[in-house]
């Protein structure tokens, strides 16, 4: 069972425009979700996370919105930067567990 | 401060042989975990420990992986024998506060199996 589901394997926007990656789960239990970043051959970093009180998390360029009722949320990134294009993990916090997504690609084209 | 350390970074064994994977957390991270990462898939939890006890290893698949923390600080993860499904990276990651304001990964180990 995939508990968070990140159906877009890739996205591509210009330098500058809004980047929206999104991302699903289905377990009710996640007290947070968290965004990760990962570039090759290194390994994921920590972007931003939201309780899942709450419906809105800001930290600079990126915001992350939270829909509980649909239990979406989805990551933006304003302005997009080329140094931005890297894979994007979604993760749900259980019981002191993260829960990934598959990623998204994002390509920032300058 | 020091990040996670992993090594090695890439390994190539033929099926059915035994490799092992080392972690040193960041210090003072009392929680720790080992993560898998099949191409094009997200990280999946393997193996948590809190100091040197097992919170969860529901996920580890026993008759071939183990993993121990014996003085709470670094990490070992063996697979013995391997299988060609194992081919991945595996990632450490370690915690001082909890899942919630995000863990520390290391940069992995690729493992390849021929």
């Known amino acids: 069972d995939q508990q968070v589901k990140q159906n877009s394997p890739s996205l591509s926007v210009q330098e500058g425009r809004i980047s929206i990656l999104n991302c699903d789960y289905t377990?009710?239990?996640?007290?947070?979700f968290l965004w990760y970043k990962k570039y090759p051959a290194e390994g994921p970093t920590f972007l931003i996370s939201i309780s899942s009180i709450k419906d809105k998390n800001e930290d600079g360029r990126f915001t992350v919105f939270l829909n509980k009722s649909a239990k979406h949320l989805s990551l933006h990134i304003v302005p997009s930067q080329p140094g931005d294009s890297a894979v994007y993990f979604c993760?749900?916090?259980?019981?002191?567990?993260?829960?990934f997504g598959q990623g998204t690609t994002l390509q920032v084209k300058p | 401060e020091a990040g996670v350390a992993q090594s090695p970074r890439y390994k190539i064994i033929e099926k059915r042989q035994s490799v092992a994977f080392w972690c040193n957390p960041i210090?003072?991270?009392?929680?720790l975990y080992w993560y898998q990462q099949i191409l094009g898939q997200g990280p999946k939890l393997l193996i948590q420990f809190q100091n040197n006890g097992v919170v969860d290893d529901s996920q580890l698949p026993k008759d071939r992986f183990s993993a121990e923390r014996l003085k709470g600080v670094d990490s070992t993860l063996k697979i013995q024998p391997a299988k060609l499904e194992d081919s991945a990276v595996y990632l450490c990651a370690s915690s001082l506060r909890g899942a919630n304001y995000g863990y520390t990964f290391g940069s992995g180990t690729r493992l390849t199996v021929v």
């Open positions: 210090s003072g991270h009392a929680t």
């Open positions: 993760a749900g916090e259980d019981t002191g567990k993260l829960i």
């Open positions: 377990n009710s239990m996640f007290d947070y």
